[in-house]
């Protein structure tokens, strides 16, 4: 039970347990660190009180709402993780919607969206059988993506992933790398590998790879199959041809679900060549059951200088 006390320098909280306000507070305080760095004031915690002391009302009220979320999910038996306090208090006004929180099982965290965007999105991959998102590097695409897959597949609601690419190639053919295919296309999806072992311990990973619950292809290598029963996800998808996106489109079978994401200001096509996403978001966006995602700079959740770093180079292009 919380007890609120107002002073003129702020706010005081009071809980009857000691253990609840020490999961709020996080190890070494951490949590009240992140959210004193957002909410632009001092944050004590001692014996069972934690004292706010704003600079505005506004950042008092929000202070208010974030320890109400955050007692609550202490309440249920959980530790509250860095990702969860971010998205309480990095640029979201409200309180995070719960129901867009991502629960994989055997996951190491429960994974909430760090902005209304990303809410949105989360809720449409749920809602659509094909989802296209765009949005710049770090926004959170293709993190997300996998977690709604890993959690599909996992809570067994589809029976595999298939993850791909376009391969670009940069210099070399991709026939001219050693190794079998597994091993030339590696470094192309390793970035996807990369966010499911921050997500799922490397053992599940293996285990489903031993029940081939996944799956990773190059593009090219699609044709002529028909995906059914399985959430696919196309990585990089800006750099598809429109005959690549039009074919990988029509591989989604019975059952399936497909997201597709993609940032359309690193196309590494060759010039004159029309990107196969932009193509799509020119005849598709219409289309019933079939949703566009969009995430901007300000949704950037990798790290605050990558939103620096982008917001730089798009002065620079104007």
């Known amino acids: 039970m919380l007890k609120e ?11 009857d347990d000691n253990e609840i306000l020490t999961g709020i507070c996080g190890a ?15 944050i004590t915690a001692r014996g069972n009180e934690i004292h706010f002391n704003g600079q505005s ?24 993780s860095p990702e969860y306090i971010r998205a309480l208090a990095d640029e979201f006004p409200e309180t995070p919607d719960r129901n867009s929180m991502i629960q994989i099982p055997h996951g190491f965290q429960r ?11 989360i809720n449409a991959m749920r809602e659509n059988e094909i989802c296209f998102c765009i949005g710049p590097a770090g926004t959170g695409k293709t993190f997300l993506a996998i977690a709604h897959a ?8 589809l029976r595999k992933l298939v993850l791909t690419r376009p391969v670009v190639e940069a210099g070399e053919s991709l026939g001219f790398l050693p190794g079998d295919l597994a091993q030339k296309i590696d470094p192309y999806l390793r970035p996807l590998y990369d966010a499911m072992e921050s997500l799922i311990p490397y053992d599940v990973i293996h285990r489903m790879e031993e029940t081939r619950s996944i799956e990773i ?11 059914n029963d399985c959430m696919v996800i196309l990585d990089e998808a800006q750099n598809t041809t429109k005959e690549q996106m039009k074919m990988f489109l029509t ?18 096509l060759p010039r004159k060549t029309e990107s196969g996403l932009l193509h799509a978001l020119e005849i598709l966006r219409d289309i019933d059951d079939l949703n566009f995602s969009f995430l901007h700079t300000a949704d950037v959740a990798r790290n605050p200088l990558i939103k620096k770093i982008i917001q730089a180079y798009n002065e620079k292009e104007k």
């Open 5 to 15: 006390v107002h002073l003129e320098d702020g706010v005081t909280i009071s809980f």
């Open 28 to 42: 070494n305080d951490g949590n009240l660190k992140i959210m004193e760095g957002t909410l632009g004031g001092l």
């Open 57 to 80: 009302e506004s950042a008092v009220r929000r202070f208010r709402t974030m320890i109400d979320s955050i007692a609550s999910v202490v309440r249920e038996g959980e530790n509250p």
């Open 111 to 121: 994974i909430y969206p760090r902005s209304k965007n990303q809410a949105q999105y």
């Open 150 to 157: 890993l959690q599909m597949i996992l809570s067994k609601k």
């Open 217 to 227: 292809a190059p593009l090219a290598y699609m044709r002529g199959r028909s995906l």
């Open 251 to 268: 591989r989604i079978g019975m059952g399936a679900r497909a997201i597709i994401t993609g940032d359309t200001t690193q196309i590494d």
